[in-house]
């Protein structure tokens, strides 16, 4: 069993939230994991060229083309991203849109696997969750469980937090708010955010060694996506 990790925080590891994370999120599952960082990576958007629906294989020449063997050896996935104007931010966003190459005609690749969706944010990182969960059922991938913390906004370390009228600090905590080392947020120091990964991780785990039946999944999935299809017309 192989999980592919994902970070799409454009921070360095050392300081990026979603990489500590996925990184906590993979340890906990006891598989073998490649951890990938999209930090740095040139990933495009879907153009929408229909290059792939032929055979499946993305014709756009970037930084996607070295993930592709990764993704689909992969039996599960944990990715993560930061929030970024309570959206997921653009690499991971463009990331996400290239799975399109995967989605036509027979095209099951990815269906019935498995993943965990996790998300950062100045103030949350739900919003990512949810979204990262919605772009796997497009390939009918199960997002088993989700994993949400609270990173340091840049206006923490910028200088001009503390005074800064549209920065995070001023907006959360009013002016006159004390910058500290201490009360910068890490998902780190936090012991509930910390467990969350831990248990998603777990139940990963758990899913991928004892009962994970592909086909079983991507009844499920294909089920849920019919319904949401309907509700949306
Ligand atoms: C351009 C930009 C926009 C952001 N917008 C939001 C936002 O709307 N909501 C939020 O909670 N955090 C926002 N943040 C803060 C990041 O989500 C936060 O710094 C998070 O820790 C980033 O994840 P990372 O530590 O893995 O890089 C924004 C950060 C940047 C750089």
Redesign the pocket.
């Known amino acids: 069993m192989k999980i592919l990790g994902i ?5 360095k590891n050392e ?6 994370l996925v990184k906590e999120t993979l340890e906990a599952t006891g598989c073998e994991y490649e951890l990938v960082s999209l930090r740095g990576k040139c990933i495009n958007g879907c153009i929408a060229c229909l290059g792939c629906v032929k055979d499946n294989v993305c014709v756009i020449n970037d930084g996607m083309e070295s993930m592709r063997d990764l993704i689909v050896e992969a039996d599960a996935y944990v990715i ?1 991203a ?6 997921l ?1 653009g690499v991971t966003h463009c990331f996400l849109e290239r799975f399109y190459q995967f989605r036509h005609q027979e095209g099951d690749t990815l269906w019935g696997k498995l993943a965990i969706a996790v998300g ?6 739900q ?1 990512c969750c949810e979204q990262i969960e919605r772009f796997l059922a497009y390939n009918f991938i199960e997002t088993v469980d989700v994993v949400s913390g ?5 206006c923490y370390t910028c200088g001009y937090g503390e005074t800064c009228k549209v920065g ?1 600090v001023v907006m959360m905590h009013g002016e006159g708010y004390k910058i500290t080392k201490e009360n910068i ?1 890490d998902v780190a120091k936090c012991p509930k955010t910390l467990e969350a990964a831990r248990n998603a991780g777990r139940l990963l785990g758990e899913r991928l060694r004892n009962d994970h039946d592909r086909q079983k999944v991507t009844q499920k999935m294909q089920q849920f996506m019919m319904e949401k299809f309907k509700e949306s017309t």
Request: aromatic letters at 10%; a positive charge.
């Open positions: 970070s799409g925080s454009n921070r300081i990026s939230g979603t990489y500590k993560g930061p929030n970024y104007y309570t959206m931010n950062v944010g100045g103030v949350q990182g919003i609270q990173g340091a906004a840049c995070g947020p």
